[in-house]
């Protein structure tokens, strides 16, 4: 079985709907145009950013992606302290894992932690979104050949060894975000341990005031008790048209990031306990809980 290609039980007409409030076409089409001029004016500007020192460059990426999930409507929650996992100087990069539920978890992570990201090929081919990722350095990888992990692998490990970040979804595909989700493949940590990276895990979801109740502030504390967004979720053979509008219609709904401990690539005996550390971490609620918080 090709380790790049899992499969989710998860499909468009069982779970990516939306019961909440909703909003009205005009508003709903306005923020489409607002998010796809976002995604757009981002990947004009792509080519002028290696002119930029690093840290500029870093802060601007930042700024943008957490533009974007805006601009689609969608409220953002970070909770946990991203800037202490910011690398020395002359050290080996981070790895930053995270389960997987909707196209928004790029822009998403970005805002939290800029980095390559590991990608499927196919994206190369999606207009405004595919030329973006190219520019953004990500690595792509071609999932139906599985001759070709060995020498991913082994790009992901150069790349956490010159200094760089890279951020994956170790799931391989999106799950709606209702259940425990899917199994961390273990190839990508085998990078970490190559490198002597920390592995940061972190955990998204997507929640939605239920009918009739007015959607938390982003500053909110309440707002872990919002119910589960189908709305966000990509899955199976859902288009992403079809996505985009279901977010862009989806009133109140609220994207979380939680930035959990490291893990040293050095503490686990090998990839495969590597990699079911970090997946518990993100799936553990208890550990999702941390007592610092930072909203933007």
Request: net charge positive; aromatic share 6%.
């Amino acid at each position: 079985m090709n380790p790049w290609l899992p499969t989710a039980p998860c499909t468009p007409r069982t779970c990516a709907g939306h019961e909440g409030r909703a909003r009205a076409r005009p508003a709903a089409a306005a923020l489409l145009l607002a998010g796809c001029a976002c995604i757009l004016a981002g990947a004009l500007a792509a080519p002028f950013l290696p002119l930029l020192g690093a840290a500029r460059r870093e802060r601007l990426i930042r700024r943008w992606a957490y533009g974007v999930v805006r601009a689609f409507g969608v409220r953002v929650r970070i909770v946990g302290t991203p800037g202490a996992h910011d690398r020395t100087p002359g050290t080996p990069g981070t790895l930053v894992v995270a389960n997987h539920i909707s196209w928004l978890d790029v822009p998403l992570v970005a805002a939290v932690f800029p980095g390559r990201m590991l990608a499927k090929s196919e994206i190369r081919g999606w207009p405004l979104l595919g030329p973006l990722a190219a520019r953004g350095g990500t690595l792509f990888v071609e999932r139906d050949r599985l001759r070709a992990l060995p020498a991913t692998v082994r790009t992901i490990g150069a790349a956490l060894r010159d200094g760089s970040r890279v951020v994956v979804f170790p799931e391989g595909t999106t799950w709606c975000g209702r259940g425990p989700g899917g199994r961390f493949g273990p190839a990508v940590f085998q990078a970490a341990i190559d490198a002597h990276a920390t592995v940061v895990p972190v955990r998204i979801t997507y929640r939605t005031a239920p009918p009739g109740h007015i959607a938390p502030a982003e500053h909110d504390a309440t707002a872990e008790h919002t119910a589960p967004a189908g709305a966000a979720a990509f899955v199976g053979d859902d288009p992403l048209v079809a996505s985009l509008w279901r977010v862009v219609t989806a009133a109140g709904l609220t994207a979380e990031i939680r930035v959990l401990p490291p893990i040293p690539a050095d503490g686990p005996p090998d990839r495969r306990a590597l990699a079911r550390r970090a997946q518990t971490a993100v799936a553990n609620d208890s550990a999702n809980r941390p007592p610092e918080s930072v909203h933007h």
